[in-house]
């Protein structure tokens, strides 16, 4: 009986990691979507960029990509929309990283800038929960104008409630570390599989990043989903 068990579950195994081989050829990655993005012109002109991981994965496409600002005349927000496969999404543009360069700068006498409404710890990862707006009275420079710019980053820090966040005080928040031990998982209906493996790349979630599984050496290209989770790439 449990050499029956044994050999369901390295059957189901191989299962899952060939077909998380075969599968991850058939969707498109962010750095796809940036490459058909620059064949569009936005209304200033300029060559639509947007702001995506490179390994980013998205559902596949036959067709070429439909790119249109979310709202009228503005393209800080695009809606991404495959006409054949019937799928869309919303990314960020480079437009918005432009309307928010006052950030970078300098923030007017009462502008809105973000803080933080609690107290914050160091390594502590930032969600909506935290943060608010706040008119500034003074010149601020290198703070946020934008919540969804601080949403998912890291305080390298502790933070004090009622902080105006600037960015030096914040970095960018990998589920998945390099050199770090990873649960790789697979599931259907019927059952679920969990391996140990490590990852030999970084990567927020939605990336795809390389991991080497643990028990049979064999490098792979999964999807992250998680903190220290990831799984194969499988089609939606």
């Known amino acids: 009986m449990l050499n029956s068990a044994f050999k369901c579950f390295v059957f ?4 899952f990691l060939v077909h998380s081989e075969l599968s991850a050829e058939t969707r498109i990655t962010g750095s796809d979507i940036k490459s058909q993005a620059l064949n569009v012109i936005t209304d200033d002109g300029a060559q639509l960029e947007l702001l995506v991981s490179d390994r980013r994965t998205f559902f596949s496409c036959s067709t070429p990509l439909n790119f249109t600002p979310r709202i009228q005349n503005d393209w800080s927000s695009v809606e991404i929309s495959c006409t054949s496969e019937s799928w869309s999404t919303v990314l960020r543009s480079n437009a918005a990283q432009q309307k928010s360069a006052l950030s970078v700068e300098n923030v ?9 409404i609690k107290n914050i ?3 502590e990862v930032l969600n ?13 420079p290198g703070s946020f104008t934008d919540i969804d710019n601080v949403i998912g980053r890291k305080a390298k820090f502790n933070l004090a ?37 490590i990852a030999l ?23 992250v989903t998680g903190e220290k989770k990831v799984s194969p790439i499988t089609n939606m």
């Open 161 to 197: 409630r009622g902080a105006t966040l600037k960015i030096r005080q914040l970095e960018i928040n990998y589920a998945v570390e390099k050199g770090k031990y990873v649960l790789l998982t697979s599931s259907n209906e019927n059952v679920s599989v969990t391996v140990g493996a």
């Open 128 to 140: 909506s929960n935290h943060l608010a707006y706040e008119y500034s009275s003074a010149s601020t």
């Open 108 to 116: 007017s006498v009462n502008e809105p800038v973000v803080v933080v």
């Open 121 to 123: 710890s160091k390594g």
């Open 201 to 223: 790349e970084q990567g927020q979630i939605g990336d795809i990043v390389k991991v080497r599984n643990e028990r049979s050496g064999r490098i792979l290209n999964v999807l």
């Open 12 to 15: 189901a195994t191989l299962i």
